[in-house]
């Protein structure tokens, strides 16, 4: 069954620092991947996916079907950043899967 | 345009009394689904449909049961509520999960205290 894993439950980082949220996938297709972010208290958005390979609040994720990994990554982290973060696959089956999301907290 | 929306927002129960969440999207989407968020859990699928009359069990459907007699809404019934099902819980939908390009969207969010 395909799987999502997102093996960090929080990371933390200072406010300008690189960051990068880590996203292995399972799944012996070409699935189509998308990040979703939960700011505190709200539903969950999309913020980007990689058939778009667009760069969202600086924002930008490579998928690497070798590695079959997604990452999410970001050269300068804001502290607006801080949020829950999900990656998500599509295999066009009947639904979506989700990791089990990681926490990002930019200090300042 | 309001998308998904779920209520109540908010609900404590006892245990062993049922209640029902409802949502409702008017994106006139096909698929619309039932997670479940808990810490260290992220999202869990519940129950989905794919069709107005169609359900199916996700992946924690014990506990719960689901109805879609109307394309624009999915409702979300627990029969005997217990303390475990104390959570988050999060309508969504999309247009299909079958064809490249669908997006997913969620509603704000229910949550549930069980006593």
């Known amino acids: 069954a395909q799987r999502v894993t997102q093996p960090e439950k929080l990371l933390s980082v200072f406010k300008g620092a690189p960051v990068e949220l880590k996203c292995n996938y399972s799944?012996?297709?070409?699935?189509?991947l998308f990040w979703y972010v939960q700011y505190s208290r709200q539903r969950l958005q999309l913020l980007l996916r990689h058939i778009s390979r667009e760069s969202i609040k600086g924002f930008t994720a490579d998928l690497n079907k070798g590695e079959t990994s997604f990452h999410l990554k970001k050269p300068f982290a804001q502290e607006e950043d801080s949020a829950m973060y999900y990656c998500?696959?599509?295999?066009?089956?009947?639904?979506?899967?989700f990791g089990p999301g990681t926490r990002l907290s930019v200090l300042p | 345009n309001a998308g998904v929306t779920q209520t109540p927002k908010f609900r404590v129960l006892k245990t062993g009394q049922s209640m029902t969440l409802l949502c409702a999207q008017d994106m006139n989407h096909e698929y619309m689904y039932w997670y479940r968020q808990d810490p260290g859990m992220g999202l869990r699928l519940i129950h989905y449909s794919v069709g107005e009359g169609t359900t199916a069990k996700g992946e924690v459907p014990d506990g719960y049961n689901v109805s879609r007699l109307k394309k624009q809404n999915f409702l979300l019934g627990l029969e005997s509520a217990a303390p475990s099902q104390t959570s988050v819980y999060f309508c969504?939908?999309?247009?299909?999960?079958?064809?490249?390009?669908?997006?997913?969207?969620f509603g704000e969010g229910s949550w549930l205290t069980v006593v």
């Open positions: 799944y012996s297709g070409s699935p189509e």
């Open positions: 998500a696959l599509n295999d066009y089956g009947q639904n979506f899967v």
């Open positions: 969504a939908s999309s247009f299909n999960a079958v064809t490249s390009g669908n997006t997913i969207y």
